[in-house]
C-alpha cells in the first residue's frame, strides 16, 4: 500500500521555502517527487540520490530539474550556493557531521530543513511511535483504495536510523544556531535551520 511518509510531510517542509529563493538541493532525492515540487515554485533544483534505480525513474519523471547520481559525502558543494537545502529521509543514512556542509552551502538567509528518522530511545517516542500505528493504517488503507490499479512506483533504499532524536538535538545544538526540531507523527522530526544574512 503506497501511502508515503516523507510525502505526507511535503506541505509542512514548502511553508520553510524562502520568498525569492531560485536555487535549492535536495539530498537523497529518491523518485524526485520532493524536487518536481519546489520546481513547480520556479526554483532552479539540483537534486542527488547515490541509488541509481531512483534517479534513472527520477529523470523519466521530470524534465528541467538536474538529477544527479552520487553519494553527497562525495561532492563538492560550493559555499553560499543555495537558498534552500533538503534531506528527506537520508540523513540517518549519511554520518551527522553531513550538517556541516549543508550549512555552508546555503546562502545568508537560505534554509536547511531535515525531514528526518530517528531511533525511539524514550518512552515519549514510543507513545508517539505507538500513536501513529492506527493512524498509518487508515492512510495506508485510504491511498490503496484511491491508486487501486496504478504501478507501483520504484522502492527506495531503506535504512535503520541509528541516532537518537536527543543525540539529533545535542548536535544541531552545537553546530546550527537557532535551528528548531520538532517531533512528528510517523516516526519523523523536522529540523529547520536558517542561515544568518
Not at 558543494?77 to 537545502?85: A, E, K, N, T
Request: glycine share 8%; charged share 25%; proline share 6%.
Amino acid at each position: 500500500m503506497p501511502f508515503d511518509h516523507n510525502d505526507h510531510y511535503h506541505r509542512l517542509l514548502l511553508r520553510r521555502l524562502p520568498t525569492g529563493a531560485r536555487r535549492a538541493l535536495d539530498v537523497g532525492c529518491g523518485t524526485g517527487a520532493f524536487a518536481r515540487a519546489l520546481a513547480r515554485r520556479g526554483v532552479e533544483v539540483e537534486a542527488v540520490d547515490r541509488d541509481a534505480a531512483v534517479i534513472a525513474a527520477a529523470r523519466a519523471d521530470a524534465s528541467g530539474i538536474h538529477f544527479r547520481q552520487a553519494d553527497i559525502e562525495d561532492l563538492e558543494l560550493p559555499p553560499g550556493r543555495y537558498d534552500y537545502i533538503s534531506c528527506l529521509a537520508s540523513l540517518h543514512h549519511l554520518p551527522i557531521g553531513t550538517l556541516d556542509r549543508l550549512r555552508e552551502a546555503l546562502a545568508p538567509g537560505g534554509v536547511l530543513v531535515v525531514l528526518g528518522c530517528y531511533r525511539e530511545e524514550t518512552a515519549r517516542d514510543r507513545l508517539i511511535g505507538l500513536a501513529a500505528v492506527p493512524v498509518n493504517a487508515v492512510c495506508r488503507l485510504a491511498v490503496h483504495l484511491r491508486e487501486r490499479g496504478t504501478r507501483p512506483g520504484v522502492p527506495a533504499p531503506v535504512a535503520m536510523p541509528t541516532t537518537s532524536l536527543a543525540e539529533v538535538r545535542a548536535y544541531a545544538a552545537r553546530h546550527l544556531p537557532g535551528f528548531t526540531l520538532r517531533q512528528l507523527l510517523f516516526w519523523r522530526y523536522l529540523l529547520v535551520h536558517r542561515r544568518a544574512r
